[in-house]
């Protein structure tokens, strides 16, 4: 006897098993075939949810934001979390410097999977700044920093971010990325019209320390 599914779930169906397919296969390794035999459905039914492998992949992408970009919407909007720490949460939960989802991180970088991360970091360039200025903005309202171009220097830092400690753009020693860290914090300050040495706490929330540069 046929099993019917509501499209929905049929869809989502069809996406759990691209993602564990893409992320042992890699994208250009893996065939519609593939996603066909591991859902069990006739390919009718996968041209009806989705035109190719290619329309697959962009639904996952923007599955994949949606889940990330409401976790740091709703970090940034909790009022009772500090600002500084408010910030370092969004970042983190975006996957900018690690956080969730790990396994998807680690196949979107790799080297068959390129596209994928590219369209993942367009929509973090466009979709964080907006995200972490409201932030920005209540410390401005609180004294902490001082500046004209909120957003401009939000977008800076995310676009740092995004290339220096994506993980597989920039290959680094614990030292050199300790480092850069510094630098990163110091020139944020600067940026954001802060009082210098105010953000420093903010390597004790990336698991860093004086300590970390020698390991």
Same mark, same amino acid.
């Given at each position: 006897?046929?099993?019917?599914?509501?499209?929905?779930?049929?869809?989502?169906?069809?996406?759990?098993?691209a993602?564990?397919l893409?992320?042992?296969?890699?994208?250009?390794?893996?065939?519609?075939?593939?996603?066909?035999?591991?859902?069990?459905?006739? *390919?009718?039914?996968?041209?009806?949810?989705?035109?190719?492998?290619?329309?697959?992949?962009?639904?996952?992408?923007?599955?994949?934001?949606?889940?990330?970009?409401?976790?740091?919407?709703?970090?940034?909007?909790?009022?009772?979390?500090?600002?500084?720490? *408010?910030?370092?949460?969004?970042v983190?939960?975006?996957?900018?410097?690690?956080?969730?989802?790990?396994?998807?991180?680690?196949?979107?970088?790799?080297?068959?999977n390129?596209?994928?991360?590219?369209?993942?970091q367009?929509v973090?360039?466009?979709?964080?700044p907006?995200?972490?200025?409201?932030?920005?903005?209540?410390?401005?309202?609180?004294?902490?920093?001082n500046?004209?171009?909120?957003?401009?220097?939000?977008?800076?830092?995310?676009?740092?971010?995004?290339a220096?400690?994506?993980?597989?753009?920039v290959?680094?020693?614990?030292?050199?990325?300790?480092?850069?860290?510094?630098?990163?914090i110091?020139?944020?300050?600067?940026?954001?019209?802060?009082?210098?040495?105010?953000?420093?706490?903010?390597?004790?929330?990336?698991?860093?320390?004086?300590?970390?540069?020698?390991?």
């Amino acid at each position: 006897m046929r099993v019917t599914k509501k499209a929905e779930e049929r869809r989502n169906e069809i996406l759990d098993a691209a993602d564990e397919l893409f992320g042992q296969k890699g994208f250009d390794g893996t065939t519609t075939k593939d996603i066909l035999e591991k859902v069990g459905i006739a *390919r009718g039914t996968l041209y009806h949810h989705f035109k190719s492998k290619e329309d697959i992949m962009d639904a996952l992408i923007e599955r994949f934001n949606v889940r990330l970009l409401g976790a740091a919407q709703e970090i940034a909007a909790d009022k009772s979390i500090p600002v500084v720490e *408010r910030i370092i949460r969004v970042v983190t939960a975006l996957n900018i410097n690690g956080g969730s989802s790990t396994e998807i991180m680690e196949h979107i970088h790799q080297p068959q999977n390129a596209l994928m991360h590219q369209k993942i970091q367009k929509v973090i360039i466009s979709e964080v700044p907006p995200i972490l200025t409201e932030i920005i903005r209540e410390g401005i309202e609180q004294g902490m920093f001082n500046t004209p171009f909120p957003y401009e220097c939000m977008e800076m830092v995310v676009i740092y971010a995004t290339a220096v400690f994506d993980g597989d753009m920039v290959a680094m020693t614990n030292e050199e990325r300790f480092s850069r860290m510094l630098a990163f914090i110091c020139n944020v300050e600067r940026l954001l019209g802060a009082e210098s040495g105010s953000l420093m706490d903010t390597l004790k929330m990336f698991g860093m320390g004086e300590g970390d540069n020698n390991e």
